[in-house]
């Protein structure tokens, strides 16, 4: 008897605790509806983002507010991204910051910081032209000079040649005539007629791409930011991609560089698929009515195989949702001839379109301008003269001339 009253007891235990688990899962089944109902209704036509992933969580600071999709105004693709912005402000509708300076005086205001940079070339070239007798021997010297500043072999036999033309015709050393002549061929080696228009604007009624490259350490980050800060200074709406997945700080350092300038960036998971950063970022413009898309990719080095097909993955991508407009390597000039090798590589992979100089404040050697034009037969269209925010000038040959020979 005894035994069967404690298997009684037992059962009846056991019944009570299988009730208050059924009981427990009803209402933890009941508390989800209702969060997803009040989810649904707070956000009509749009789906809901994924809860933010220990990768979101990593990407920001303590304290970081992050706006889901839907608090900006834009579509949420299936690429698990990030879309951050502190505005609440829709993509067409920017919060008011900091307007920038229009592009056209940039490149006079930071004439003077180009000429003390520059001043061994123009000034050692005037010296040599203007001595009383120009023989054998200052040919070699001017040739030196070229050479060191990395003009490039060919520019430099080039200019030569016709420098002794003129000189031998003119029969003078006048310091003015001399300097007429010099900027001249000069000028003539920049090539003043090549089309350096950066195409970022809206392109047949959708927004023009770009796509921003290099290998590491060149800038290209800090390029698209200061690109987008441009882009802003003309009235346009600018969506960044964060396609630099494997830095971890790149995607942060973007993610600056937009909230300063007014731009919404998209970005993904540390270490994820670059290409889907870089089509979700079109997608998304496009259904914003945006103006401009800038695509910041990964550093990489030009002998590394892989890491080129990659590039050329992402540019492939990109090609299903959109033209890209524009293709932007971005060299560092103190580097010199050896931008050339990168250059060429590049251009290989991504069909360059146009050449960012960056550091060109720091290099006495501006003859990268033309040895990079003449390799690639694709235009310096911007150069970068400091670390400001709008050190980041369009190149204007005659500027950059008069700069090179500037007293």
Same mark, same amino acid.
């Given at each position: 008897m005894t035994l069967a009253a404690d298997s009684m007891q037992s059962m009846s235990l056991f019944v009570w605790l299988a009730g208050v688990?059924?009981?427990l899962a009803?209402?933890?089944?009941a508390v989800v509806f209702f969060a997803r109902g009040r989810s649904s209704s707070s956000s009509p036509g749009v789906t809901a983002a994924a809860a933010p992933t220990t990768e979101r969580e990593d990407n920001h600071a303590a304290g970081t507010p992050v706006a889901q999709p839907e608090a900006i105004g834009l579509p949420v693709?299936?690429?698990?991204?990030?879309?951050?912005?502190?505005?609440?402000?829709?993509?067409a509708g920017l919060l008011e910051f900091e307007v920038p300076e229009p592009a056209g005086g940039r490149m006079q205001r930071l004439r003077s910081r180009l000429a003390r940079s520059q001043s061994t070339l123009g000034r050692g070239l005037l010296t040599l032209l203007s001595r009383d007798t120009i023989d054998e021997s200052t040919w070699d010297e001017?040739?030196? @000079? %070229?050479? *060191? =500043? +990395?003009?490039?072999? &060919?520019?430099?036999?080039?200019?030569?040649?016709a420098l002794r033309t003129k000189v031998r015709v003119d029969g003078t050393s006048d310091p003015g005539q001399v300097r007429a002549v010099l900027r001249a061929e000069l000028l003539a080696l920049v090539d003043p007629t090549m089309d350096r228009h950066v195409r970022t604007e809206r392109i047949d009624g959708r927004p023009g791409v770009a796509l921003v490259v290099g290998?590491?350490?060149?800038?290209?980050?800090?390029?698209?930011?200061?690109l987008a800060r441009l882009?802003?200074?003309?009235?346009?709406?600018? @969506? %960044?991609? *964060? =396609? +630099?997945?494997?830095? &971890?700080?790149?995607?942060?350092?973007?993610?600056?560089?937009?909230?300063?300038?007014?731009?919404?960036?998209?970005?993904?998971?540390?270490?994820?698929?670059?290409?889907s950063v870089a089509f979700e970022a079109v997608d998304i413009a496009q259904q914003a009515d945006c103006d401009t898309v800038i695509i910041d990719t990964a550093g990489r080095l030009h002998t590394k195989t892989g890491l080129?097909?990659?590039?050329?993955?992402?540019?492939?991508?990109?090609?299903?949702?959109?033209?890209?407009?524009?293709?932007?390597?971005?060299?560092?000039?103190?580097?010199?001839?050896?931008?050339?090798?990168?250059?060429?590589?590049?251009?290989?992979?991504?069909?360059?379109?146009?050449?960012?100089?960056?550091?060109?404040d720091g290099t006495a050697r501006g003859g990268i301008v033309i040895a990079v034009q003449r390799e690639l037969g694709v235009p310096v269209k911007l150069v970068g003269l400091?670390?400001?925010?709008?050190?980041?000038?369009?190149?204007?040959?005659?500027?950059f001339v008069d700069a090179l020979l500037a007293d």
């Open positions: 688990l059924v009981v009803v209402v933890a089944v693709g299936d690429v698990n991204l990030v879309y951050d912005s502190t505005s609440d402000a829709s993509a001017i040739e030196e @000079v %070229l050479l *060191a =500043a +990395d003009v490039g072999v &060919a520019p430099t036999q080039e200019l030569i040649t290998v590491n350490g060149t800038g290209k980050t800090t390029t698209t930011g200061k882009a802003v200074s003309r009235g346009e709406t600018v @969506v %960044l991609a *964060a =396609a +630099d997945t494997f830095r &971890a700080a790149a995607a942060d350092q973007l993610q600056t560089w937009g909230d300063r300038v007014g731009a919404v960036v998209v970005r993904g998971p540390e270490g994820g698929d670059p290409a080129m097909d990659e590039l050329g993955k992402v540019k492939r991508v990109v090609e299903k949702k959109s033209p890209i407009d524009e293709v932007l390597l971005v060299l560092d000039a103190t580097t010199g001839q050896n931008g050339l090798v990168q250059a060429r590589v590049f251009a290989d992979v991504v069909a360059v379109t146009g050449i960012v100089l960056t550091k060109l400091g670390e400001g925010p709008d050190d980041l000038a369009p190149f204007e040959p005659e500027t």
